[in-house]
């Protein structure tokens, strides 16, 4: 499995908003209820007020995720067919992805576009973009969205000749 400790604490781990004191200090995990004494749990590598830890099975189920999404997301960027039509593979790491991201613990992916629930048999690719310097990590449904956000749009730059 790639290594992705860092991508968890930049796209994964809850900010220091979203936690409690306790999880804030890194007594508490992260992503469940468990509490943490010192030297047991991962550390997140926050600063500050924000020492965010995992308990180690939470820590190992959302690491599989993220490192499931970037396989898919690798795969659908440098497969020529996926452009078009997903292919097997494609297919595969996005079955392995949801698989992971559900048993993470995560709720069920949302369109990027419309915001609805991206439902099993629903087709849907990988997308990241920047959100005020970090990147977002998320899904977009790959046809037409029934009720696409408004003041939402995708730049996809034009092919190496400037022309479409």
């Keep these: 499995m790639r290594d992705v400790s860092m991508a968890i604490r930049i796209c994964v781990a809850p900010g220091v908003c979203s936690l409690t004191p306790e999880q804030n200090a890194g007594t508490v995990c992260v992503w469940c ?20 830890h995992a308990c180690p099975a939470c820590y190992h189920a959302q690491t599989a995720a993220l490192a499931t999404y970037y396989d898919w997301i690798e795969h659908h960027q440098q497969c020529e067919p996926c452009r078009s039509v997903p292919c097997e593979q494609s297919l595969a790491l996005r079955h392995a992805a949801m698989r992971a991201r559900e048993e993470a613990g995560r709720p069920p992916p949302l369109c990027a576009s419309c915001l609805e629930v991206i439902g099993p ?29 408004r003041g939402f749009s995708i730049h996809v730059p034009p092919p190496a000749g400037g022309e479409w």
């Design 33 to 52: 209820p468990a509490a943490l004494l010192p030297g047991e749990g991962i550390d997140l590598g926050g600063s500050g007020p924000w020492l965010p």
């Design 121 to 149: 048999g629903e087709g849907c690719i990988p997308l990241v973009w920047d959100g005020n310097g970090r990147p977002v990590l998320s899904i977009l449904h790959t046809g037409p969205c029934a009720y696409p956000r």
